[in-house]
């Protein structure tokens, strides 16, 4: 019995998203494990990574991942509340720019901003199965879920600097193939290139 307190403490204190945070909400994500993928670093359909985008290798050893689906946290290299910001900004800035993107809550999380392709029409094929949603920021320790064509996805995980939600392409919550977990910045440095990928998810984001 102590063993399920900790566990229920510990998914508690990885903060809310996507779930109720109580009881409830524990019991669903504990529910969805076995359906959990595997493999969190191969994208079905990829080509080869970098072949038409590069992107600089993330230095160090990836962080540690929360072992639930739902929220998908990492309990290591969590980013401070200054580079949150800045992400943040970066994202509002996106759908302050007169382009064709808006804010409004993320469907997935159910909670917080995320950034959508205004016209479903004119969405990418990735973007249309997400009803628009692009990516959104998770405030709670600066990690981003983001959507992107198969051969980004995968350039961003062989980068080191994220990896696929396990439960992306599962049909139970409609999470497209890639949709991708990227991890937290750690200096500006790493805030640099994950602007990059926010850029280039956007850039590919409509048709």
């Known amino acids: 019995m102590q063993k399920v307190r900790n566990d229920y403490a510990a998914w508690i204190d990885l903060g809310p998203g996507g779930l109720p945070a109580n009881v409830g909400g524990w019991l669903i994500t504990t529910a969805l494990k076995p359906l959990a993928r595997r493999d969190t670093t191969t994208v079905d359909g990829a080509g080869s990574p970098g072949l038409h985008w590069h992107l600089d290798h993330r230095p160090g050893p990836r962080p540690t991942i929360a072992p639930y689906p739902i929220p998908h946290r990492q309990l290591t290299h969590r980013g401070s509340t200054e580079l949150i910001e800045r992400l943040t900004a970066t994202v509002a800035a996106e759908a302050r720019s007169g382009g064709p993107f808006h804010l409004e809550r993320s469907?997935?999380?159910?909670?917080?901003?995320?950034?959508?392709?205004?016209?479903?029409?004119?969405?990418?094929?990735?973007?249309?199965?997400?009803?628009?949603?692009?990516?959104?920021?998770?405030?709670?320790?600066?990690?981003?879920?983001?959507?992107?064509?198969?051969?980004?996805?995968?350039?961003?995980?062989?980068?080191?600097?994220?990896?696929?939600?396990?439960?992306?392409?599962?049909?139970?919550?409609?999470?497209?193939?890639?949709?991708?977990?990227?991890?937290?910045?750690?200096?500006?440095?790493?805030?640099?290139?994950?602007?990059?990928?926010?850029?280039?998810?956007?850039?590919?984001?409509?048709?």
Request: proline share 5%; aromatic share 6%; net charge negative.
């Open 107 to 207: 469907r997935f999380e159910r909670r917080g901003d995320a950034l959508y392709v205004t016209d479903i029409g004119a969405a990418a094929p990735w973007i249309s199965r997400t009803k628009g949603e692009v990516l959104h920021v998770h405030d709670s320790e600066g990690s981003l879920h983001v959507v992107m064509q198969p051969d980004d996805a995968q350039t961003v995980i062989s980068a080191g600097w994220g990896e696929l939600h396990p439960l992306a392409g599962r049909p139970v919550l409609g999470l497209p193939e890639t949709y991708v977990f990227v991890y937290a910045s750690r200096d500006a440095d790493d805030a640099d290139r994950i602007e990059q990928i926010i850029s280039r998810a956007t850039a590919t984001a409509t048709t």
